[in-house]
């Protein structure tokens, strides 16, 4: 049975349903008076608590500027993994030795959840934004240095060839062959990147932050106000979207540069 | 529903090197040295000059003995052991029903376009919100005790199932569907016989993901506050400004972590004997 597509009527018709039997599911556990209005919020009521959480602040300040701390951090720990990770990815596919030596410390590092550097970023940084910023890079940085080094490794031989022919020196052929050859890979590698620093940030803005929209949760689940700590679920849903989205986007301007 | 996010993806791993001819115990020697290297110079670092002072980082020497101490007298409550069969026993249990309850869900959204489009709005929510995201809520709701972490495990690992076993369905070649239609295969058989094989190498990639995240969250979730569990380790060791036994709690991660995911991929080569593996 191969399923035809739904005609457009079923299909916003049974999309309309889902919806609303979720949404009426959840209003009538909440008005249901099960529990209090502070422990299961109304679907109205965590919009508006959005809405209070911009226009007033909590915990030290209002939505935007946690959420702009957040991104800050991840921005740095992003562009740490890209700097550190396509140089070293470009090195270890273009010099067995390299690759030999960094392979072994990267496999045995690779398995450790980046949330469990969250120790050692108190330990090292307190509540700066060195350990943010630490546990993100930990997240951002295994999936640009594996697909630096796999881009880099699988080039064609013949511009390899080429390219020695025409004496081209390491760095040249590094910069000018290997990195433009593997630039697809590094693009793809960079949204998985950015996916996994961004969950690690929340991650670690739950532990060692005093501010962003981690520390913004944390404070919801302290004061029990589940209106709050839904806010910054669905910020940082939207925010992680969004950072794919521009992401995605980078990558077919990328590959529609380079004919692909 | 579109093809798995990024987000949802976790990073393939380090491609075999292509015909490496020098032998195995080469190859080894390679890596132990490499090892030897390390391990020396984090000696020297450490124990020999000082250069990185003890309350930053642990000698050789204590991470060893805080192993020995976590392993026979224990710490945090309990011995290494217990701790491990803790934390593993919160995440097999969370990560089968999850995924039992993704996979069904997946395989019945690419099997009919009618629970898709109906069950579609919700993940379109669920699916963006990170599952460490879901940690305070848990707290909230159930407070910070097993129930709490076996609810964030719970959400870790149901989206990657169904976005998977979704895609699988998705996958099967029509050629398979006309060919199942021609010998009038259909209920069960046709869930057993079409469906399930031929969606089951995504399925098996969504349970490694889900397997990935659930660990990771518990760990996550056991560092903000637990009982017992290796997080809790790793909590204990960091109020207790105790280098050694955050590496050790570290490295425990990994290992368990680790070998779980062998252990799936050893199911999974029993179920689908007749995959190549990559």
């Given at each position: 049975?191969?399923?035809?597509?739904?005609?457009?009527?079923?299909?916003?018709?049974?999309?309309?349903?889902?919806?609303?039997?979720?949404?009426?599911?959840?209003?009538?556990?909440?008005?249901?008076?099960?529990?209090?209005?502070?422990?299961?919020?109304?679907?109205?009521?965590?919009?508006?608590?959005?809405?209070?959480?911009?226009?007033?602040?909590?915990?030290?300040?209002?939505?935007?500027?946690?959420?702009?701390?957040?991104?800050?951090?991840?921005?740095?720990?992003?562009?740490?993994?890209?700097?550190?990770?396509?140089?070293?990815?470009?090195?270890?596919?273009?010099?067995?030795?390299?690759?030999?030596?960094?392979?072994?410390?990267?496999?045995?590092?690779?398995?450790?959840?980046?949330?469990?550097?969250?120790?050692?970023?108190?330990?090292?940084?307190?509540?700066?934004?060195?350990?943010?910023?630490?546990?993100?890079?930990?997240?951002?940085?295994?999936?640009?240095?594996?697909?630096?080094?796999?881009?880099?490794?699988?080039?064609?031989?013949?511009?390899?060839?080429?390219?020695?022919?025409?004496?081209?020196?390491?760095?040249?052929?590094?910069?000018?062959?290997?990195?433009?050859?593997?630039?697809?890979?590094?693009?793809?590698?960079?949204?998985?990147?950015?996916?996994?620093?961004?969950?690690?940030?929340?991650?670690?803005?739950?532990?060692?932050?005093?501010?962003?929209?981690?520390?913004?949760?944390?404070?919801?689940?302290?004061?029990?106000?589940?209106?709050?700590?839904?806010?910054?679920?669905?910020?940082?849903?939207?925010?992680?979207?969004?950072?794919?989205?521009?992401?995605?986007?980078?990558?077919?301007?990328?590959?529609?540069?380079?004919?692909? | 529903?579109?093809?798995?996010?990024?987000?949802?993806?976790?990073?393939?791993?380090?491609?075999?090197?292509?015909?490496?001819?020098?032998?195995?115990?080469?190859?080894?020697?390679?890596?132990?040295?490499?090892?030897?290297?390390?391990?020396?110079?984090?000696?020297?670092?450490?124990?020999?000059?000082?250069?990185?002072?003890?309350?930053?980082?642990?000698?050789?020497?204590?991470?060893?003995?805080?192993?020995?101490?976590?392993?026979?007298?224990?710490?945090?409550?309990?011995?290494?052991?217990?701790?491990?069969?803790?934390?593993?026993?919160?995440v097999?249990?969370g990560f089968?029903?999850?995924?039992?309850?993704?996979?069904?869900?997946?395989?019945?959204?690419?099997?009919?376009?009618?629970?898709?489009?109906?069950?579609?709005?919700?993940?379109?929510?669920?699916?963006?919100?990170?599952?460490?995201?879901?940690?305070?809520?848990?707290?909230?709701?159930?407070?910070?005790?097993?129930?709490?972490?076996?609810?964030?495990i719970?959400?870790s690992a149901?989206?990657?199932?169904?976005?998977?076993?979704?895609?699988?369905?998705?996958?099967?070649?029509?050629?398979?569907?006309?060919?199942?239609?021609?010998?009038?295969?259909?209920?069960?058989?046709?869930?057993?016989?079409?469906?399930?094989?031929?969606?089951?190498?995504?399925?098996?990639?969504?349970?490694?993901?889900?397997l990935?995240a659930s660990w990771?969250t518990?760990?996550?979730?056991?560092?903000?506050?637990?009982?017992?569990?290796?997080?809790?380790?790793?909590?204990?060791?960091?109020?207790?400004?105790?280098?050694?036994?955050?590496?050790?709690?570290?490295?425990?991660?990994?290992?368990?972590?680790?070998?779980?995911?062998?252990?799936?991929?050893?199911?999974?080569?029993?179920?689908?004997?007749?995959?190549?593996?990559?």
């Amino acid at each position: 049975m191969i399923q035809p597509p739904l005609s457009p009527a079923r299909f916003w018709a049974l999309t309309a349903a889902g919806a609303l039997s979720f949404a009426t599911l959840w209003t009538v556990a909440a008005l249901s008076g099960i529990t209090s209005r502070e422990f299961l919020p109304a679907p109205w009521d965590v919009i508006a608590r959005f809405a209070q959480l911009v226009a007033e602040p909590f915990a030290g300040y209002r939505l935007h500027e946690h959420l702009l701390s957040s991104l800050q951090r991840f921005a740095m720990g992003f562009v740490l993994a890209v700097v550190v990770g396509i140089p070293l990815g470009l090195l270890m596919a273009w010099f067995k030795w390299v690759d030999r030596f960094v392979t072994p410390c990267f496999e045995a590092v690779r398995f450790v959840a980046p949330i469990a550097w969250v120790p050692f970023a108190a330990l090292w940084f307190g509540t700066g934004i060195g350990g943010p910023v630490l546990i993100i890079f930990m997240g951002a940085f295994p999936p640009v240095l594996i697909n630096t080094y796999r881009g880099a490794k699988f080039v064609d031989r013949k511009y390899i060839e080429a390219s020695q022919m025409l004496g081209a020196s390491h760095w040249t052929t590094m910069t000018e062959v290997l990195l433009p050859a593997a630039m697809p890979s590094i693009v793809a590698g960079l949204r998985i990147s950015a996916g996994l620093g961004w969950q690690s940030l929340v991650g670690a803005e739950l532990i060692v932050a005093s501010s962003g929209v981690g520390y913004l949760m944390v404070k919801g689940q302290a004061a029990v106000s589940t209106a709050t700590v839904m806010s910054g679920m669905v910020a940082i849903g939207v925010v992680g979207l969004l950072i794919d989205v521009a992401l995605r986007r980078a990558q077919g301007w990328i590959e529609a540069r380079r004919g692909l | 529903m579109s093809a798995p996010s990024a987000s949802a993806a976790l990073p393939a791993p380090m491609p075999p090197r292509s015909a490496d001819s020098r032998p195995l115990w080469v190859r080894l020697g390679v890596v132990l040295g490499v090892l030897a290297i390390v391990i020396a110079v984090w000696y020297l670092l450490t124990t020999v000059t000082g250069f990185i002072s003890p309350a930053r980082f642990a000698t050789p020497a204590e991470v060893f003995g805080a192993l020995r101490q976590i392993a026979i007298e224990g710490y945090s409550n309990a011995r290494l052991h217990e701790h491990v069969l803790r934390s593993v026993l919160l995440v097999t249990m969370g990560f089968v029903v999850a995924s039992s309850a993704g996979v069904a869900l997946g395989l019945a959204m690419g099997a009919s376009r009618s629970v898709e489009a109906f069950a579609n709005p919700i993940f379109l929510l669920l699916r963006p919100i990170p599952p460490l995201a879901w940690i305070p809520l848990a707290i909230v709701w159930l407070g910070l005790g097993d129930a709490a972490k076996i609810m964030v495990i719970f959400v870790s690992a149901f989206v990657p199932s169904v976005i998977n076993s979704y895609s699988g369905v998705r996958q099967i070649e029509r050629p398979i569907f006309e060919a199942s239609a021609m010998l009038d295969v259909k209920g069960w058989r046709y869930w057993r016989e079409v469906l399930i094989p031929g969606a089951l190498p995504s399925i098996f990639t969504g349970l490694r993901l889900s397997l990935q995240a659930s660990w990771t969250t518990l760990v996550a979730a056991e560092l903000v506050g637990a009982v017992a569990g290796l997080g809790q380790i790793l909590n204990q060791a960091s109020q207790d400004i105790y280098p050694a036994m955050i590496l050790v709690g570290m490295a425990s991660v990994a290992l368990a972590g680790w070998t779980m995911t062998q252990g799936l991929g050893w199911i999974e080569r029993r179920v689908m004997p007749w995959r190549v593996q990559p």
